[in-house]
């Protein structure tokens, strides 16, 4: 039996548009334990979205298309499942908190329609019995005087109320594996925080898996216990995250992390940025897709895109850089 709840390897998901095929997925693989936060960082445009999508098989086709690989979920391939099959495994079993509740919920029903109908659906329960379920999650969350609160209508919350409402939908019919999407990304720093930490607290208290995506290094290190970092379609860095942040294997990471405001320089001085910009997913080159960006570029990044190199035990990197030790660790 494997350790892992869900075990994802080579996917690649593309968009067929009229200048060409999007490569927005190209060959991720990562695997979830149970109960812990796995964190997806990167820049806008760099595939944590589309990536979340093919997990849910939510891929918007057309254009879009899973075109290889495979997503095991307790060892069974979500890829060879119906659209009725996957049903049953959404918001049951997996479940998605999206970067906007204002667009995931509906306007035009009652939160109390809305989360009380995914709970009968899934936990095969009558109408009274899933009103107190949904009634308990709110309160979870901390929705004040939910019993009341059930029957308004989604602009009757505020931005952090919605999404502690999307929160106690995804959570209602205690799902394995839960996806936040950049979960924090439209409200203030303070909810931010109250948002993040009940995401924690209620994956402490129920076991749950969580993937959280975000380009938000301070939110990954606060939160996730390994962290994927992606580019170009690719995850060019797995490592534990505090690992990560303790010594940078690939340069990408390296400038993301000093990109990050801090504290502890001088407020006059400049911000660090990183030269130029992600390449086009249409036409990706056949090498490594940082080195035009990249203060350490060699001329084998030039000329051939770097393999998956072991440099430790639970760290993977794409970089040239370490050739030498990763055979090492490979052989």
Same mark, same amino acid.
């Given at each position: 039996?494997?350790?892992?709840?869900?075990?994802?390897?080579?996917?690649?998901?593309?968009?067929?548009?009229?200048?060409?095929?999007?490569?927005?997925?190209?060959?991720?693989?990562?695997?979830?334990?149970?109960?812990?936060?796995?964190?997806?960082?990167?820049?806008?445009?760099?595939?944590?979205? =589309?990536?979340?999508?093919?997990?849910?098989?939510?891929?918007?086709?057309?254009?879009?298309?899973?075109?290889?690989?495979?997503?095991?979920?307790?060892? #069974?391939?979500?890829?060879?499942?119906?659209?009725?099959?996957?049903?049953?495994?959404?918001?049951?079993?997996?479940?998605?908190?999206? /970067?906007?509740?204002?667009?995931?919920?509906?306007?035009?029903?009652?939160?109390?329609?809305?989360?009380?109908?995914?709970?009968?659906?899934?936990?095969?329960?009558?109408?009274?019995?899933?009103?107190?379920?949904?009634?308990?999650?709110?309160?979870?969350?901390?929705?004040?005087?939910?019993?009341?609160?059930? !029957?308004?209508?989604? #602009? /009757?919350?505020?931005?952090?109320?919605?999404?502690?409402?999307?929160?106690?939908?995804?959570?209602? @019919? !205690?799902?394995?594996?839960?996806?936040?999407?950049?979960?924090?990304?439209?409200?203030?720093?303070?909810?931010?925080?109250?948002?993040?930490?009940?995401?924690?607290?209620?994956?402490?208290?129920?076991?749950?898996?969580?993937?959280?995506?975000?380009?938000?290094?301070?939110?990954?290190?606060?939160?996730?216990?390994?962290?994927?970092?992606?580019?170009?379609?690719?995850? =060019?860095?797995?490592?534990?995250?505090?690992?990560?942040?303790?010594?940078?294997? #690939?340069?990408?990471?390296?400038?993301?992390?000093?990109?990050?405001?801090?504290?502890?320089?001088?407020?006059?001085?400049?911000?660090?940025?990183?030269?130029?910009?992600?390449?086009?997913?249409?036409?990706?080159?056949?090498? @490594?897709?940082?080195?035009?960006?990249?203060?350490?570029?060699?001329?084998? @990044?030039?000329?051939?895109?770097?393999?998956?190199?072991?440099?430790?035990?639970?760290?993977?990197?794409?970089?040239?850089?370490?050739?030498?030790?990763?055979?090492?660790?490979?052989?």
């Amino acid at each position: 039996m494997s350790n892992y709840v869900l075990e994802v390897e080579n996917l690649h998901t593309y968009f067929k548009t009229d200048n060409g095929v999007v490569k927005a997925v190209n060959g991720v693989s990562f695997k979830l334990k149970q109960g812990e936060i796995l964190g997806i960082v990167g820049e806008s445009g760099c595939g944590k979205s =589309v990536t979340s999508l093919s997990l849910m098989k939510l891929v918007p086709s057309p254009p879009g298309k899973i075109v290889e690989g495979s997503i095991k979920y307790k060892g #069974h391939d979500l890829i060879k499942y119906s659209e009725k099959d996957m049903q049953k495994i959404r918001g049951k079993d997996i479940s998605m908190i999206f /970067q906007d509740p204002m667009t995931s919920l509906n306007p035009f029903l009652r939160v109390s329609t809305q989360m009380i109908e995914a709970i009968m659906l899934h936990q095969k329960t009558d109408k009274e019995a899933a009103k107190k379920r949904a009634i308990d999650m709110l309160s979870q969350v901390g929705i004040p005087a939910p019993e009341k609160r059930i !029957d308004s209508y989604p #602009h /009757q919350f505020s931005g952090g109320m919605r999404q502690r409402v999307m929160i106690a939908m995804a959570l209602s @019919c !205690d799902p394995h594996i839960l996806i936040a999407d950049e979960p924090t990304t439209a409200l203030d720093v303070t909810i931010q925080a109250q948002i993040l930490e009940l995401i924690k607290e209620l994956s402490s208290k129920f076991g749950t898996s969580v993937i959280m995506i975000t380009h938000d290094l301070g939110v990954v290190a606060g939160m996730c216990d390994r962290v994927n970092v992606m580019y170009a379609g690719k995850i =060019v860095e797995h490592s534990p995250t505090y690992e990560l942040f303790e010594k940078p294997a #690939h340069p990408y990471t390296e400038a993301l992390i000093s990109a990050v405001p801090r504290l502890d320089r001088p407020s006059e001085e400049r911000l660090n940025s990183i030269p130029g910009q992600p390449p086009n997913l249409i036409n990706l080159p056949d090498c @490594c897709p940082f080195y035009p960006r990249c203060p350490k570029v060699m001329d084998i @990044c030039k000329k051939q895109s770097p393999p998956e190199f072991k440099i430790a035990e639970d760290r993977t990197v794409r970089c040239w850089l370490h050739k030498d030790k990763g055979e090492e660790n490979n052989g």
